[in-house]
């Protein structure tokens, strides 16, 4: 198995541009997680996803932020327009959920490096 | 969600045992233990995870009191490539909460 597997893996991007993360989850998992890492904040889930439906964004910090998730295989994380504040390390895992209210193990992917200048 | 408080650090020598405790005092009848580690510049990766009785597997060994306010994780013999931050998480549903973990370090 392939793994959860992100895009870019790295990102360097000026204050203002649209950047854009992929994630395609692994084959059979039902469940996708977005989370983002700095030094200060540690690592926090932004949004996750059930079956392609989001089921809480609370994490997301701001309108900025948005997620989709088109189809079993491919999500995407946008920031628009980006700030220097949103540099950090973003990771997305996936589960294979088995119901509400289930504990599943989740699979990270490598995460993508993301710089704002 | 539960809180956890963990050793900001620890060491161990290549070989020996490693053992990380945590304290989980606030968790609820419903929440499983669960341990992920990190590795530097990797994503999170599961190690194993319980709910009352111990467990082991190809990784690791777990220990849960039998109150369940505290656990152990157990590395029965380090190596080099286990130095990483270590999060003890309590989970009862689909969310994961990290907190700031124990970074092991296995020296030579």
């Known amino acids: 198995d392939a793994g959860v597997i992100q895009s870019p893996r790295h990102e360097v991007t000026e204050m203002g541009q649209e950047v854009t993360l992929r994630c395609k989850p692994i084959s059979g998992h039902n469940s996708l997680f977005w989370y983002r890492q700095t030094m200060m904040r540690g690592l926090e889930l932004l949004i996750y996803f059930n079956n392609n439906v989001p089921i809480d964004d609370s994490g997301m910090p701001e309108d900025r932020f948005s997620a989709k998730m088109p189809n079993a295989s491919f999500s995407t994380l946008k920031i628009q327009p980006s700030e220097p504040r949103d540099s950090a390390v973003y990771f997305c895992a996936s589960s294979l959920a088995r119901g509400t209210g289930t504990t599943d193990t989740q699979y990270f992917g490598p995460g993508t490096r993301l710089t704002v200048l | 969600d539960a809180k956890t408080t963990q050793p900001t650090s620890m060491d161990c020598a290549e070989g020996r045992a490693a053992n990380l405790p945590c304290n989980h005092s606030t968790i609820s009848g419903n929440e499983y233990v669960y341990w992920y580690r990190q590795i530097h510049s990797q994503g999170p990766q599961y190690i194993i995870h319980?709910?009352?009785n111990n467990e082991t597997n190809e990784m690791a060994s777990l220990i849960i009191t039998e109150d369940r306010k505290s656990s152990t994780l157990i590395l029965p013999h380090a190596t080099l490539r286990d130095t990483a931050v270590y999060y003890c998480i309590p989970q009862g549903a689909q969310k994961l909460v990290f907190g700031q973990g124990t970074r092991l370090t296995i020296n030579p």
């Open positions: 319980g709910l009352k």
